[in-house]
Structure formats: structure tokens, C-alpha cells
């Protein structure tokens, strides 16, 4: 069975930073796309960062210039680096990834972890 494993979140007072990490594990013959995603109360669930097999990533415009994505291949492991936090980051972070299940690849998969809470007081 094929699962992401979020860790890193916690408490925070603004202006200051934290690390999330997600660690994908399982059958997986292959990670494509790993992601960052959010949720806060009240909220709908939007992509905050998306990094590709090659390295290319993407942000939405309110983290631009202070939340950098990460991977390590090797590893099927995705990072968040987040400074500069305000308020409004506070939400439950999700990793979701797509993957091969299988050594032909073919198909790819989606998997979500179970989230980990980041609270940005002021």
C-alpha cells in the first residue's frame, strides 16, 4: 500500500518559519509530480506549491518569495520551506503525489497524506 506521510507543522508566530517535509512510501515504482496543498476552517483546498520529476515548480501568488519546494528523488521525499509567515498560512498542509504502481509505469496514481496543522499566530 502506497502512502505520503506529512510531519513539521505546529505553532508559529508571524515573521517566522517552518519546515514540512512528506515522505512517500510503498509499492511505488516512481514519483511524477509531488505537491503542497492547504486547507483553512471555513475553506476549500488549493494548491499551494507543485514541483515536477525534473524540478519544476510552481507556487501561488501569495507564498511567492517566501515558501520554496523541494525533492528528493532518491528519498520519495517532498519539502516546504515556508519564512516570512502570516495569519493567513495557518491551514491543515496536504502532500499528494502521482505515481507509478508499476515497473512498466503506464498509469499513475494519486496518493494524500493525512495532513499536519501549521497555526501562524500574531
Known amino acids: 500500500q502506497v502512502k505520503v506521510v506529512e510531519s513539521g507543522g505546529g505553532l508559529v508566530r508571524a515573521g517566522g518559519s517552518l519546515r514540512l517535509s512528506c515522505a512517500a512510501s510503498?509499492?511505488?515504482?516512481?514519483?511524477?509530480?509531488m505537491a503542497w496543498y492547504r486547507q483553512a476552517p471555513g475553506k476549500q483546498r488549493e494548491l499551494v506549491a507543485g514541483?515536477?520529476?525534473?524540478?519544476?515548480?510552481n507556487y501561488i501568488d501569495s507564498v511567492k518569495g517566501r515558501f520554496t519546494i523541494a525533492r528528493d528523488n532518491a528519498k520519495n521525499m517532498v519539502y516546504l520551506q515556508m519564512n516570512s509567515l502570516v495569519p493567513e498560512d495557518t491551514a491543515v498542509y496536504y502532500c499528494?503525489?502521482?505515481?507509478?504502481?508499476?515497473?512498466?509505469?503506464?498509469?499513475?496514481?494519486?496518493?494524500w497524506g493525512q495532513g499536519t496543522l501549521v497555526t501562524v499566530s500574531i
Open positions: 499528494n503525489a502521482d505515481y507509478y504502481s508499476s515497473p512498466l509505469r503506464g498509469l499513475l496514481l494519486e496518493v
Open positions: 514541483i515536477t520529476s525534473d524540478g519544476t515548480t
Open positions: 510503498g509499492s511505488i515504482f516512481g514519483i511524477d509530480a
